[in-house]
């Protein structure tokens, strides 16, 4: 019984630490159109993701929601939420999340063009603002190109992207159940239910 458990434990770190490899391309123009395709077990298994399986479920759930009356977000939440955040322990480990994990994954050739505006010159002035300067930051990077084009003209959305991101399994539960081992996740999560 025991040698048995061990295989099997052995058996499913093995496969978790084999490495997914995600190669996409998008594009939101007038409609989204995307193209996924997934490899794990060093190509021995491949799966294409259809968008169109993906749209419908999205179609379903809006169905739901315009069905469902009366369900408004509560403030409440919001306001648990901002009580999580205030704790400055909670705000490190959090950013520390998310950086170990765009570290856990690697990237290659990774593109996205992004061209948008407002409508009102002003407002895409101050939305440019805030996002101008991330081309300037991925500028240095070498597999990591972002192109970001305002619209003072009109009221636009483009976004396209391609790029290939390879993460191992195994890395991904080690960040996750770090981040949910942390004291001080669970001391803003008190915070946040005091507060809701």
Do not use: C
Request: glycine share 8%; hydrophobic share 50%.
């Amino acid at each position: 019984m025991l040698i048995g458990t061990v295989i099997f434990l052995s058996l499913i770190v093995i496969l978790l630490a084999m490495p997914v490899t995600v190669t996409y391309q998008f594009s939101w123009q007038e409609a989204p159109r995307a193209d996924v395709r997934l490899k794990w077990a060093f190509g021995l298994v491949r799966a294409d993701v259809s968008p169109n399986q993906s749209k419908a479920k999205r179609d379903n759930a809006e169905a739901a929601e315009k069905e469902a009356p009366g369900r408004r977000k509560s403030t409440g939440r919001k306001a648990a939420i901002v009580a999580g955040i205030r704790q400055p322990a909670f705000r490190r480990r959090i950013l520390r999340f998310v950086s170990d994990l765009w570290h856990a994954i690697r990237k290659k050739n990774v593109e996205l063009l992004l061209r948008l505006g407002l409508g009102d010159p002003a407002d895409t002035g101050q939305l440019w603002a805030a996002l101008g300067p991330l081309s300037g930051i991925f500028a240095n990077r070498r597999d990591i190109r972002v192109s970001i084009e305002p619209d003072f003209l009109d009221a636009t959305l483009e976004v396209e992207g391609s790029g290939a991101i390879r993460v191992v399994p195994l890395q991904i539960v080690i960040i996750v159940l770090g981040l949910l081992v942390s004291p001080p996740i669970w001391r803003g999560v008190l915070a946040m239910r005091a507060q809701g």
